[in-house]
């Protein structure tokens, strides 16, 4: 018999989670079921039928799950999936990679919170212990509103994905943590974050780049633009800026290029 109290891997439960959200002010419905396509494409659904904000889509399998720029998430039991509407605070000017900062920062503050895992960033939406992946965050724009989705390998065994090295956030976890709790964290933190204003926004920003593993350290990128470079900052909007090996700055947008770490990272161009 299942009960609130947290069970290691436990069935996702719907009732808690929307007792958590509730307890912050979250009244909006939360779906789960066994099995989906894609909880991004129930929420994109959901939100074209008008479902209301933070509404949340959650599945213990998805069959074709997605990350940026279409690449396939792979689900395997143990992880954590779904995906939530957002209306409030997404304005149809605001660029998509603000609103992945919100979303990244919220998803890491709710890993740190519930099971005292803390987790560091590649940009610009994975979430990595080391140079192993353990989830990522995928923001998708419909006018004045968003869908997020999160996708985490919470107790799914380590292994490859994509020929990246992956891990599971119960690996760094400092205790014992639920799903549903964590799930229902990571909604309300990333509510708070994309909600952000001034003083607020400046920590969530801040801690977005405190928590990057790529400022110093040289990349190789690759897509709309090829080309290798050290990683110097971050733009506001989420923007990487790399000095090249030519020495010159550029500005370069995550929806264009993928990158990777060169072999030695470590070092800087003099």
């Not at 959200?21 to 909006?28: D, E, Q, S, V």
């Not at 926004?201 to 801040?206: F, H, L, M």
Request: charged share 20%; glycine share 12%.
């Amino acid at each position: 018999m299942l009960t609130d109290a947290p069970i290691p891997w436990a069935p996702l439960r719907a009732s808690v989670i929307q007792k958590q959200l509730r307890a912050h002010g979250i009244h909006a419905p939360v779906t789960v079921t066994d099995r989906t396509g894609s909880t991004q494409n129930d929420a994109l659904a959901g939100l074209r039928a008008g479902a209301r904000h933070g509404s949340v889509y959650a599945a213990e399998h998805q069959m074709q799950g997605r990350g940026r720029r279409g690449r396939r998430w792979l689900s395997t039991p143990g992880g954590l999936l779904f995906s939530m509407i957002v209306r409030d605070g997404v304005a149809s000017s605001d660029p998509i990679g603000r609103l992945t900062i919100a979303a990244v920062a919220g998803a890491v503050r709710a890993i740190q919170d519930c099971t005292g895992a803390s987790a560091s960033i590649k940009w610009p939406n994975d979430l990595v212990f080391g140079l192993a992946k353990a989830g990522g965050v995928l923001v998708e724009t419909r006018g004045e509103a968003a869908v997020v989705g999160v996708g985490l390998n919470a107790f799914n065994a380590a292994g490859l994905a994509e020929g990246q090295p992956t891990t599971t956030v119960a690996a760094y976890a400092a205790r014992p943590f639920d799903r549903s709790e964590l799930l229902a964290a990571c909604v309300v933190q990333i509510l708070d974050c994309l909600t952000a204003e001034g003083a607020a926004w400046d920590a969530v920003y801040q801690e977005w780049v405190g928590r990057s593993t790529l400022l110093g350290r040289k990349v190789e990128v690759s897509g709309a633009l090829r080309t290798r470079g050290v990683v110097e900052d971050f733009a506001p909007d989420g923007a990487l800026r790399l000095r090249d090996e030519a020495g010159n700055l550029r500005q370069i947008s995550s929806g264009d290029v993928s990158l990777r770490l060169m072999a030695d990272a470590q070092s800087r161009y003099p």
